[in-house]
């Protein structure tokens, strides 16, 4: 397995390494010491693991088809644009807003907290957020899933499309006031339950306590005071 | 408080002035993209806001020609065109009517129309501020020793025991402040 020591390694060399990877190559990366360092481990086209061991910035795992890259410790990650619906992406915590932004597809699982707009204009990627996230977060949300086991912050899908978005607990009283709760569909029961599988929590979290919240198709009122 | 500006790259601007030489209790750094008004000295950030106090901007405001018009009437004057300038002669303007930097920053949140971080300098401190929308990006660290705010997190990847500090990212209008007592 390959490890890359971004302290001594150049980020160009070790992103033309995972470029250059083809399927039967090598299939699991380690990454040590990015210190925040931006574009880590973008544009793999490759079914490979990458583990990264410390804080990256934004675009890491951007332009990604097929391989899945692991944050254990934080990422403060930013864009990126994943096609591949069978890998994915796990991170600890990040702080760095947008996580799995404009994302086509696969699936983001962050383990703590997600900052402000996740999930921005996504487009088929489904993200499981263990925590909370910030605030506008699924911002002109079209297609996927959105799962927070937390809270969520201000403008919760303002301008939404057609993606879904489960959230067990929300601070704002507007959108209380147009989600409606009573009712959910079994095909979303099962779609959350998957979700939650792929994320490794499906014995931890009661379905019933994740409901879909139905945002009107207008635009939800932009935070002001 | 001194203020060092100058045009060039950062790490020859620090060279020049010598930072690595400095000591203190708290500093602020800012190295501007110009979006309302020329690249010159004159335009680099931060503006004195006032005796002892500085504001440094990310973003870019839409309504500083109008408020500078006010404050002008107000008796205030202005050395460029920049729009941090008048964000910076804003608080002036406040805090010379008695408001607290505080109170100050917080009227700025339905004053100042546009995008902005703020991180304003102060002999005792520095706070930091967002607004409401908050697209710019920021986030801070804490430790028993130090707290700091960046711009993105790669800012503050050297500073002694960030791996172990509380980090995270500063609410939309929501005024931070810290004070040296």
């Known amino acids: 397995m390959p490890t890359v020591d971004l302290a001594t390694t150049p980020l160009r060399e070790l992103n033309a390494a995972l470029h250059r990877t083809k399927a039967g190559g090598d299939t699991s990366w380690q990454v040590l010491n990015p210190r925040g360092q931006h574009s880590v481990a973008t544009g793999v086209d490759a079914p490979v693991t990458v583990e990264i061991d410390g804080s990256v910035g934004y675009y890491c795992a951007g332009m990604n088809k097929q391989a899945s890259v692991v944050d254990q410790r934080e990422c403060r990650a930013g864009r990126r644009r994943e096609h591949d619906v069978g890998r994915g992406s796990r991170v600890a915590e990040t702080h760095r807003e947008p996580a799995g932004a404009t994302g086509c597809g696969g699936l983001l699982v962050i383990d703590g907290n997600a900052s402000a707009r996740c999930g921005i204009s996504m487009k088929g990627i489904d993200i499981v957020v263990k925590g909370s996230v910030g605030h506008i977060s699924a911002f002109m949300a079209q297609a996927g899933n959105l799962v927070v086991l937390g809270d969520a912050g201000e403008a919760l899908g303002d301008s939404i499309y057609e993606a879904d978005l489960f959230v067990r607990r929300h601070r704002q009283a507007a959108l209380a006031r147009i989600a409606s709760r009573s009712r959910w569909p079994d095909e979303h029961k099962a779609v959350l339950l998957k979700l939650l599988n792929a994320a490794g929590v499906g014995n931890e979290v009661d379905v019933n306590s994740v409901p879909p919240l139905r945002l009107g198709a207008q635009a939800l009122p932009l935070p002001h005071r | ?181």
């Open chain 2, 1 to 181: 408080m001194e203020i060092f500006k100058e045009v060039g790259r950062p790490d020859e601007v620090a060279r020049r002035f010598d930072l690595a030489g400095m000591a203190g209790t708290h500093a602020i750094g800012h190295t501007r993209m110009a979006t309302e008004s020329a690249v010159t000295t004159n335009g680099a950030h931060p503006f004195t806001t006032g005796l002892d106090e500085c504001l440094v901007h990310n973003g870019s405001l839409s309504n500083h020609n109008a408020v500078r018009r006010d404050l002008i009437r107000q008796g205030l004057s202005f050395q460029t065109e920049n729009d941090t300038e008048v964000a910076a002669g804003y608080m002036t303007w406040k805090m010379r009517e008695g408001a607290s930097l505080e109170q100050a920053l917080d009227a700025s949140l339905s004053a100042l129309d546009g995008f902005y971080t703020f991180v304003v300098g102060t002999e005792a401190g520095f706070g930091v501020l967002r607004d409401p929308i908050a697209c710019k990006p920021a986030v801070m660290a804490e430790t028993d020793r130090w707290v700091a705010f960046g711009t993105e997190y790669r800012a503050l990847v050297d500073l002694p025991g960030v791996e172990n500090a509380k980090v995270w990212e500063p609410e939309p209008a929501r005024i931070y402040r810290w004070e040296r007592h």
